[in-house]
Structure formats: C-alpha cells, structure tokens
C-alpha cells in the first residue's frame, strides 16, 4: 500500500514546496514593499538575503524534517534536544496561528474582489470611489467574516483529505495554473506605454534608498515569503522520500519563490507608471490602484477576475502549509485523527480571524501595545518569531545536530560516506554556522531598539 504520509513524485515536492512558499507575500506583499522602499534597491536587498540566509535556513529546516519524518515538536523530542530547542517548534506553531490569524483575513479579500470583478466593482471606476469601496468592505464586520471563514473552510477542506488526496492534489493542479495567469499577465505588461519605467523602476536600483527600514523590511519579506522560521518546511519535509535532494530542492523553492514576487512586480509596476499612479501606495496598491487600472482596459472585468484568482491561488496553496503545521503536532502528539483535529484548529483560527477581520470596523479601538489585532499579529510574526525562529534553526543545525546527520542529509542520495563533502553542501553548513545567525541577530536587535 502506497505511504499516503509521504509526497508521491518529485512533482508533488517541488509543487507543494514551492506553494507553501508562494502566497500572498509575493504578489501582495511584496510589489508594496518594493514601491514603498525604492523599487530595485529593495529586490537587491531582498534577493541578496534570499540566496544568504534564506536558502541555508530552508535547508536546515529540510534537514531535521526528513530526518526525523516527525512534526515540529516530534522532531526535536527525536533528536533528543535540550528543552531549549523545543522553543523553535512552539515558535513555529504560534507563528503559523497568528500569521493565519491575519492572512486569512487578507484571502478573504481576494474572494470578495473576485465576486467585484465580476460584477463590475459596483459601476466604480476611479482610484477614489474604489478607495471609498474598498474602506465600506473592511470595515463592514459581516463581510469581512463572511469571506474570511468562507476561505478557512475552503482551506480546511484541502487539509481535511491528507498529505497525497489534499496537499499534493491540490497543489500538483494550482502551481502550474499560478504561474501560467502570471505569465499571461507579464507579456501584457510588457505592452503597456509605462513599462520601461516601470521595469527601470524594479531592475535600477537606486543605492541611496538602501537605508536601515529597506533592510529590515526586506528581510522579513524574504522569510515572510519563503516561510521560513514557522515549521511549514520542516513539516513539509516529513514527507519528502529519501530520494529528495535537500539542497536541490532548496534553491529551487527559493528560486521560484523569488521569480514569483519578481513576475508579480513586473506585472504592477509598468500598469502602475502607464497609468500615472504611485508606486508607493502601500497595501492598498492591489485592492485599489490596480482595480481602476483593470475598469480602464478592453475587457477589464475579465482581467480583474483573473488576476484576484491568482491571488486566491497564492493564497490558499500556503495557508494549506500553514495550517498544516499545527495540524501535523495535533496528529502526532495529540494521537487525533486529522478530520478532527482540522475541526479543533478550524475554529481556534476561525475566533482569532474573526478578530482581525474586525480591526478595520467595529475593534479598530481595540489595542495591544498601541497596534490592532491585524497589526499586532502582522508585526509580531514577520518582525520577531519568523527571524527568531530561523536564527534559532541556523544555530541548532550548524551546531548542535550531529555533523554526520547534516551531512548525509544535505548530501545526495547514496553518495560515498567517505566521498568529500561537495562545494554546495559546505558552503551552506557555513552560512548556517556563521553568517544566518549573525545576520538575522543583528538585524533582529536593530528592529527592536
């Protein structure tokens, strides 16, 4: 009988990997960032980080994933860790939770504008009605509920069917489907009067904007998108087969990750500059700028829907990682069966989303160290636990996890024990040893102080 635990094709890795990864990060997120922070000064930031610190420490978490074949908290109880250690995995769970506490609501967006596409956004046209439309929809409790529990439910039930039925299924259908509506949207881009300033404003960076909140943020982006520091792929990693190549299978998540949010920012920015808005329009740039933008062009309802699909499909391939996180210690510690402990962990989410839904409207007074609950729980994953527990990882895999395991677990499959360690496999060893943890512990304390 087939190990329904386990990914079944190399396919089912990178896909499920790879979404776990893609989400809302890249093409909400990060197009943002990069209009708030200098365009191309921010993506060198940003790309440098990825290869640096990012790579390594998706790798470290790989490594004690399928060694161990064993949730966040299984994996350090089986490697016999100090107390201590188990910290990385309590990070990890409490980060999933409240990053799905905040991101769900955000999905849920994308399901409404789905329906606004649709239906024409209601015969609004220009950036202000939209911006009056868009603050009507979040700060409506009912609304946002509604489409915020409507995308956890479509998300529990991909978790509820198990790794092979769910995970993989679904994401074997939606990674190649997400990448061919971002190339769609690419080549029309590329069309639009304002590309070339567009794309000058993502490819040319401008070094004076490399300042001490650029760095910051572009490293919580890097490990806000590649999900790193929250267990998603060491969980994921329980899965891989014996057979899966670690470091391969690193940089190519990585890889495609950052092509992701690369493609999303070539897709915004040229319809930005054609258009004569700002690059730096902060979030809002994709529920407002780019909706005004769509109503102009031939067909415009069409490419609005397509393009809040794309949203949808990012979003919902790396909620699923999330969730799957504290689904996989409810299974393995709790001894419960997943449908339940979908149920249990469904309504834990859908009561902490509910109060983020509701910090645009009715609990928008309601305040935790002067920050909404949306805020708080945005700032304290992305600015402390995904840093804290990526340091943590680079530190336990670089030096306290037996050299052999970190080893035979990087090298490729049935390598020669005694055969030298390759270039790839020492040069990550070293960044996990000495640059991720002085990177991040610098960057870290800076943010804070």
């Not at 956004?121 to 950036?127: C, K, L, N, R």
């Not at 309601?366 to 609950?373: D, I, P």
């Amino acid at each position: 009988m087939a190990n329904e635990t386990k990914f079944s094709t190399k396919l089912g890795v990178i896909a499920a990997t790879v979404g776990s990864a893609v989400g809302l990060g890249n093409i909400w997120r990060f197009p943002y960032e990069a209009g708030m922070h200098g365009g191309g000064a921010f993506l060198l930031v940003y790309v440098l980080f990825v290869l640096l610190i990012g790579v390594p420490v998706v790798a470290g978490e790989f490594v004690i994933g399928r060694y161990t074949g064993s949730n966040v908290v299984g994996a350090f109880k089986k490697l016999k860790a100090a107390p201590f250690w188990h910290s990385v995995a309590y990070i990890g769970l409490l980060s999933s939770l409240l990053i799905l506490g905040f991101y769900s609501v955000v999905a849920g967006w994308t399901v409404e504008y789905i329906y606004q596409a649709v239906t024409g956004f209601g015969g609004a046209t220009s950036e202000e009605a939209l911006h009056s439309q868009f603050d009507s929809f979040t700060t409506s409790g009912g609304r946002q509920i509604f489409w915020t529990l409507l995308f956890l439910a479509i998300n529990f039930l991909v978790i509820s069917r198990g790794v092979r039925k769910g995970i993989e299924k679904v994401s074997n259908v939606l990674m190649p489907m997400l990448f061919a509506i971002l190339f769609v949207f690419c080549v029309n881009a590329l069309f639009l009067p304002g590309a070339a300033e567009g794309l000058s404003f993502l490819f040319h960076p401008d070094f004076s904007k490399i300042d001490l909140p650029t760095v910051l943020n572009a490293m919580g982006q890097a490990f806000f998108s590649l999900s790193v520091g929250m267990g998603v792929l060491m969980t994921y990693a329980s899965y891989f087969s014996s057979s899966t190549r670690l470091v391969n299978t690193s940089v190519t998540t990585a890889l495609l990750d950052t092509l992701v949010a690369v493609m999303a920012g070539i897709i915004i920015f040229p319809a930005v500059f054609s258009f004569g808005a700002t690059p730096a329009a902060g979030p809002r740039l994709v529920f407002e700028v780019l909706p005004s933008i769509f109503t102009t062009l031939p067909g415009g309802s069409l490419w609005a829907a397509l393009f809040f699909v794309l949203l949808f499909v990012a979003a919902l391939t790396s909620t699923i990682s999330l969730s799957e996180v504290v689904i996989a210690w409810f299974i393995g510690e709790w001894k419960i069966s997943r449908v339940k402990a979908t149920v249990i962990y469904g309504i834990a989410t859908g009561l902490l989303s509910s109060l983020c839904a509701l910090s645009f409207g009715p609990l928008a007074g309601a305040k935790v160290f002067g920050m909404t609950f949306f805020d708080l729980f945005d700032f304290a994953s992305s600015n402390i636990l995904l840093p804290l527990g990526g340091m943590l990882i680079a530190v336990y895999t670089g030096w306290m996890l037996p050299r052999r395991i970190l080893r035979a677990q990087l090298s490729a499959p049935g390598r020669d024990p005694g055969a030298p360690t390759p270039a790839g496999v020492r040069l990550v060893i070293f960044s996990l040893r000495f640059i991720c943890p002085l990177a991040i512990l610098a960057i870290f304390v800076w943010g804070l102080l």
